[in-house]
């Protein structure tokens, strides 16, 4: 699985000319955390409203204290060390504070992080931390460039979240904040944009955005003859496992990549993969088989949830259970068609309750899956 992206970007002096204390610690319980159980994710630290500038772009007033590149111990040490009294002092020496700030260049540098990364990203997100419900109240030029910005992002498909800290007389985002941040149809407004005021409460979203609702495969659900809409299947519950071993090499510390070759037992010469085949022996006749019949072999036919039909709820008993139960919903974006085809009660699971006089049913579908293409009888309650 690929790694994520995420960029902190941080106001440089929510307190005193410093970043919050609150704030501080939650960056370093990401750090600290993502090296332990993300070992592929890429984090970064951004500072704006700096008096000191360093970026690609060379804005005023922003400080990339951090690139896009997996967490290690000594970028956790370098944050210990802007943390109390002393680490505050250091902050204002090295960093400095500035109020002239211009959130649109701060959201262009940290797009320019992602620009600059070679790996591909599953998910790329700026989680922008303040206690400024309006910034840009002055200046609506700067205010225009910031909700320009926050749309090329989201083209871009990268999301903006805002982790807004507590401040005398509340923190209003229909001032500023609510025209560009990302929204998810998911999540609950009111949650994402309630002010955080304890460090448990600003980790507890920061968790919450960061674990992205991933679809286990996508299928086209087919009802009909020439009728057929695409949906996710999502996992209600999944065991979260540490990441596995990886072997490193003694003297550079680097992971190791295997390579398989193969050779000629007669000659000694590389074998290309077209130069290799695979067989089978029946009734004494060895058979061989190109890849691509392989290929075929394993897939039945196209992956799909095909429907057959309608059975009694009484008809399915515990005994039926063999794991953990999946559920379906529509994704429009991968197939377009009539938005009203989502609303229909066999797609959103109501299965026509009291249908037929059978009281409630349950849909009986044909599932092909994606990986090995095999086929077996699927029961969506």
């Known amino acids: ?192 944009f309630k002010e955080s005021a304890k460090l448990d409460d600003l980790l507890r979203k ?27 299947v999502y996992n209600l519950i999944h065991s979260a496992r540490k990441p596995a071993a990886v072997r490193l090499y003694r003297e550079t510390n680097e992971p190791i990549k295997t390579k398989t070759r193969w050779f000629n037992g007669e000659t000694g010469s590389l074998l290309l993969p077209s130069d290799t085949k695979k067989a089978q022996v029946h009734g004494q006749r060895q058979i061989v088989l190109e890849k691509e019949e392989t290929e075929e072999l394993k897939r039945f036919d196209n992956p799909s949830l095909v429907l057959i039909g309608f059975k009694p709820l009484s008809l399915l008993k515990k005994h039926h259970h063999i794991r953990p139960s999946q559920f379906i919903y529509p994704e429009e974006e991968f197939i377009t068609g009539n938005p009203h085809l989502q609303s229909l009660p066999v797609v959103q699971g109501t299965c026509f309750y009291k249908a037929f006089g059978y009281g409630e049913i349950w849909i009986t579908c044909r599932h092909i899956r994606v990986d090995l293409g095999i086929m077996f009888g699927m029961d969506v309650a």
């Open 206 to 232: 920061v968790w919450a955005k960061d674990f992205k609702k991933r679809a286990v495969t996508r299928l086209n659900l087919k009802l009909g003859e020439g009728v057929e809409l695409s949906v996710g």
């Open 1 to 192: 699985m690929d790694g994520q992206g995420m960029v902190l970007l941080t106001s440089g002096g929510t307190v005193d000319g410093c970043p919050d204390p609150v704030c501080s610690q939650c960056v370093h319980k990401v750090y600290t955390s993502k090296i332990i159980s993300s070992d592929r994710d890429l984090l970064a630290v951004v500072f704006f409203g700096t008096q000191k500038h360093k970026n690609s772009v060379d804005f005023k007033h922003i400080y990339v204290l951090h690139d896009l590149d997996t967490p290690g111990a000594k970028r956790v040490l370098e944050l210990d060390g802007y943390q109390g009294e002393k680490g505050n002092k250091m902050f204002k020496e090295d960093l400095g504070h500035s109020r002239d700030i211009s959130v649109g260049e701060a959201l262009w540098a940290c797009s320019n992080l992602f620009s600059d990364v070679k790996l591909k990203l599953s998910h790329k997100r700026i989680m922008l931390f303040t206690n400024d419900d309006d910034p840009h109240a002055n200046d609506s030029s700067k205010a225009r460039m910031a909700r320009t910005k926050a749309s090329d992002l989201r083209e871009t498909g990268i999301l903006l979240d805002l982790l807004n800290l507590r401040r005398s007389g509340g923190f209003d985002t229909s001032r500023f904040y609510r025209d560009i941040v990302s929204q998810s149809a998911d999540e609950d407004v009111g949650m994402q």
